[in-house]
């Protein structure tokens, strides 16, 4: 069975700290996602990762993907309010079709 | 990137009733897919929406009551028939385009409750 596995499911933390989201699942695949999602909305894309090694960072936020290690993680560097939502990963297993994550809640305190 | 609408945003609805959603997307992707995402939970995919024929459903979802349709690239239909309380959900449709870098994009979601 396909298990895609985030840690930790909730996270509080004080603004600037720095912390680490992880994903990890059970089978190969190449390509992975970070979405964020906040209360009653939708989900926004973060980062698509393609490839063994990729890192991208956008802001405050940077994830990377060890395909071997079928690991993946979201960075967060001096957490502001504004960054306070759930974090889904995803991992593509068929043509575009989506396995996601358990979800990790950020709750950025002052 | 792809701008996707769907409605109703939300509906109340009695069980044993049926509910359409409508999934709009602002221009062609190649593929479609209907997720649902139950109070506090993550998404779970239900099908493929497969254009001009049957959807491709994921284990635990069948036709019958997930009926999907895909006229064109770029709308979709979900039925939730004959609805329970345990039907209350969010649906959200979501598009790509397909090529290798892109991500998946997804609607605002609707949130259904069945009473």
Redesign the interface.
């Given at each position: 069975e396909l298990k895609v596995e985030q840690n930790p499911l909730f996270l509080s933390m004080q603004e600037g700290k720095n912390y680490t989201i992880y994903c990890n699942y059970s089978t190969t695949s190449d390509r992975l996602?970070w979405?964020r999602q906040d209360p009653g909305?939708?989900?926004e894309?973060l980062f698509?990762l393609?490839s063994n090694g990729a890192v991208k960072q956008e802001g405050r936020l940077m994830a990377s993907l060890d395909t071997k290690a079928r690991l993946s993680t979201l960075h967060i560097t001096a957490a502001v309010h504004d960054l306070s939502a759930t974090y889904?990963c995803?991992l593509e297993v068929g043509?575009?079709?989506?396995?996601?994550?358990?979800?990790t809640r950020l709750q950025v305190t002052l | 990137s792809a701008v996707i609408s769907q409605k109703p945003s939300r509906d109340i609805c009695q069980r044993g009733t049926s509910l359409t959603i409508q999934c709009q997307v602002d221009s062609q992707v190649?593929?479609m897919?209907w997720y649902r995402q139950q109070p506090g939970?993550?998404?779970?995919?239900i099908a493929?929406a497969n254009q001009g024929s049957e959807a491709t459903y994921e284990s635990g979802f069948v036709i019958d009551k997930f009926p999907i349709s895909r006229p064109n690239l770029t709308f979709s239909t979900l039925t939730v028939s004959n609805m329970s309380p345990e039907d209350s959900s969010i649906y959200?449709c979501?598009g790509?385009g397909?090529s290798?870098?892109?991500?998946?994009?997804?609607?605002?979601?609707t949130r259904l409750l069945v009473l």
């Open positions: 996602y979405y909305k939708s989900l894309s698509v393609l889904f995803a043509p575009s079709k989506l396995t996601f994550g358990t979800g | 190649t593929m897919f939970q993550s998404l779970t995919l493929t959200l979501s790509t397909g290798s870098a892109e991500t998946q994009y997804f609607g605002p979601g």
